[in-house]
């Protein structure tokens, strides 16, 4: 842990301050830096490879919402990126963890915890508020997820994992173009347009999974 660094990204200097003093308070051996714009992180490289977390704050004068985070995944490739921010939305705890982000962190949490999530983040863990669907939810989902074959099952899961096509193709031992070739047709019989779209449908199973262990 002594080299971790991190990365603040917040255009309010108050904010990326106390981060910074949380994280001190259980780590001062820990590095963290601070940028307030999507480009700032752009024109840091490559002093960007030794970071182990980036905090982004979810509404930047530069990032719409999530372009942010696609943007920094796409530069960072491998380094985890948690969300922040003063919105509780489900929605957006949801498509952060969707897109891969490594947690969500609300801004008006008690230091002590926001620190917390932070370790567990380092230590690789990813982070978010739990939520639980109803009843119906669940088996909407369940009934969703058995029109799949067990080929198209897999990609499905892997894709809720955050996984990208190649890493998909990887993980399953197939070919890209079969890959993109199920989630077509995952897309299809789940009547759905996109990726966040396809994983959203079958959340509440995945949730109520993760919470049976």
């Known amino acids: 842990m002594a080299s971790a660094r991190i990365l603040i990204v917040d255009d309010h200097p108050l904010i990326g301050d106390v981060l910074k ?25 490559p002093e960007t490879r030794s970071l182990q977390l980036v905090l982004l ?43 891969g982000a490594q947690g969500f962190l609300s801004k008006t949490q008690p230091l002590d915890q926001l620190a917390e999530m932070v370790d567990r983040m380092l230590a690789g863990e990813r982070v978010f508020p739990p939520q639980r669907g109803t009843a119906h939810e669940i088996d909407a989902a369940r009934a969703l997820l058995e029109t799949l ?9 892997a894709l809720a994992r955050g996984q990208l096509n190649r890493q998909i193709a990887s993980e399953l031992n197939l070919s890209e173009a079969t890959t993109k070739a199920h989630l077509r047709a995952v897309f299809r019989k789940l009547r759905v347009r996109n990726r966040t779209q396809a994983v959203l449908s079958i959340q509440p199973l995945l949730q109520a999974m993760d919470q049976a262990g």
């Open 21 to 45: 003093l949380a994280i001190h308070a259980l780590h001062p051996h820990i590095q963290v830096d601070v940028a307030s714009s999507v480009a700032a992180v752009e024109a840091m490289c």
């Open 57 to 99: 704050d979810y509404r930047l004068p530069d990032s719409n919402e999530y372009s942010g985070l696609l943007r920094l995944q796409y530069l960072l490739v491998d380094v985890p990126i948690a969300i922040i921010s003063g919105f509780e939305d489900a929605s957006i705890m949801e498509r952060a963890r969707v897109l």
């Open 149 to 157: 074959s067990a080929a198209q099952c897999r990609v499905l899961l």
